[in-house]
């Protein structure tokens, strides 16, 4: 018999890679340290417990990134798709569950399956050494001992940290009629050209305007045991420095020194919003400096005040909360192998991404790709046309990468469209109501196709 694949943690991501891979007909041991060890925000001892939203989002798949997430799972049989589609609960266009049905359910299948074993108990820092393939799904509440163990390996710096991320955002929903693209100065650094970055300019009216709203604008609560978390160091909220002084932010992210406006050279813009390429393939940009606690709403009315930002669309908002993730093109191979110990396989929320269903996803990756490697058969990551293959390329090098090799500023990330490369559309055969909708049942239907070929040959 095939020596077993040790999986930590029995949450979204450790749930769906057990199960892929003893349906691969390979063994496994899946560790979950509840209810011997507990945890600030679980409250059974089942697996895959939702301990937030009971919501899994769109599960439009034809129009929605998550939605062709939900349904690329479906056809690789995923357990955490089935499971909810059995426990939905009435939410329009959303799949959400009842969180104990759902959670107990997905327990009792793992529990039956013949070639799961269930051991609960903490694993305290690194595996033993004897175990030569480990996949490790842990997620944002990562124990402290197996969280300090993985950093001795990597050399990174704190993994458990309030994790201020910035809002990123479509490139197609800038308007460059208002914004241009200027580094400032001119500046020509590693891989730049002197116009790296995109310019949203302010009068000073505009600017008073903002920052009082920046003041007012209703912010997000932290948890209880959040609370004691501090601030990652350069990661301040940008509320916090507005509340620092009116001219604050003029003097730091939203300076306009060294940049010139290439719409109206001759007046000199107030103050400057500046947006920097987050992706290899220039479909997203993260606003620089504006980690935010704002909440959801209040981020969308504020931000698109903005000059430039009017309609903006969001592939992320930003947030502030307590996070533990890798920063994965640096440290995770292709197949989400920790470089420097290859044995240590990561899934979840740990990798860099977002969401229930996200972290179910790379947890379905990585099952499968721990039951190749153990049955000695190639694996082929799916295309970044797809959903699954997106992501996959997010956290392990899609990445913007610099030509000195530097990685910039990792943000875990939600599915979105942005990740994946714009499909052939010309948007002149299309009538213009129709565009949006257009492109992307063009993103989606070329994912299907893409992903049951990967499948067809998997």
Same mark, same amino acid.
């Given at each position: ?20 891979? @003893? ?17 600030? %925000? ?17 599960? &439009? ?87 300090? @163990? ?70 997000? &609560? ?57 992706? %290899? ?105 797809? %959903? ?35 499909? &052939? ?24 196709? &893409? ?8």
């Amino acid at each position: 018999m095939l020596k077993p694949i040790h999986i930590i943690g029995g949450g979204m991501a450790g749930s769906e890679a057990a199960w892929q891979a @003893a349906q691969q007909g390979v063994p496994v041991i899946l560790h979950e340290m509840r209810p011997h060890v507990v945890t600030d %925000a679980h409250r059974t001892e089942n697996l895959a417990e939702l301990v937030c939203s009971n919501s899994f989002r769109s599960d &439009d798949k034809d129009q929605n990134a998550v939605g062709l997430l939900h349904e690329e799972m479906r056809l690789a049989g995923s357990l955490i798709m089935a499971v909810a589609d059995v426990h939905k609960v009435p939410a329009g266009g959303a799949l959400a569950v009842d969180r104990d049905g759902f959670s107990a359910e997905v327990t009792a299948r793992i529990a039956a399956h013949p070639l799961i074993t269930v051991e609960r108990g903490e694993i305290a820092g690194l595996p033993p050494d004897d175990w030569d393939n480990v996949i490790i799904a842990t997620g944002p509440l990562t124990s402290t001992a197996l969280a300090e @163990a993985v950093r001795s390996l990597t050399g990174e710096a704190d993994l458990a940290f309030f994790d201020a991320i910035a809002p990123i955002i479509h490139r197609e929903s800038i308007n460059m009629d208002v914004a241009w693209f200027q580094s400032r100065y001119d500046k020509v650094g590693p891989g730049g050209t002197g116009k790296d970055y995109i310019n949203c300019p302010m009068n000073k009216e505009q600017y008073d305007t903002f920052v009082a709203a920046l003041n007012t604008g209703e912010k997000a &609560d932290f948890k209880e045991w959040e609370k004691t978390t501090p601030y990652f160091d350069g990661c301040l909220p940008v509320e916090v420095m507005a509340e620092r002084g009116l001219e604050t932010l003029r003097h730091g992210p939203m300076k306009p020194m060294g940049l010139t406006n290439a719409h109206k050279p001759t007046e000199k813009a107030y103050a400057v919003v500046q947006l920097r390429q987050d992706n %290899a393939l220039a479909t997203l940009y993260n606003m620089v400096g504006f980690q935010t606690k704002l909440k959801y709403a209040e981020q969308v009315r504020v931000f698109r005040t903005i000059p430039g930002l009017e309609n903006a669309e969001f592939a992320r908002l930003g947030g502030l909360h307590r996070n533990t993730f890798l920063n994965s093109p640096k440290v995770l191979d292709g197949m989400m192998r920790l470089k420097a110990a290859p044995r240590l396989r990561f899934a979840g929320q740990i990798t860099g991404v977002e969401g229930y269903v996200e972290s179910a996803a790379m947890g379905l990756m990585a099952g499968r790709m721990a039951a190749a490697e153990r049955q000695a058969r190639p694996f082929t990551v799916p295309p970044g046309t797809t %959903a699954h293959g997106a992501l996959i390329n997010h956290i392990t090098g899609g990445h913007l990468v610099t030509t000195d090799g530097r990685h910039g500023s990792f943000q875990p990330m939600n599915i979105n469209f942005g990740l994946m490369p714009p499909p &052939d559309f010309d948007k002149k055969k299309v009538k213009m109501s129709e565009r949006a909708v257009s492109r992307k049942r063009a993103y989606t239907s070329r994912a299907m196709q &893409d992903f049951q070929a990967w499948l067809a040959g998997a």
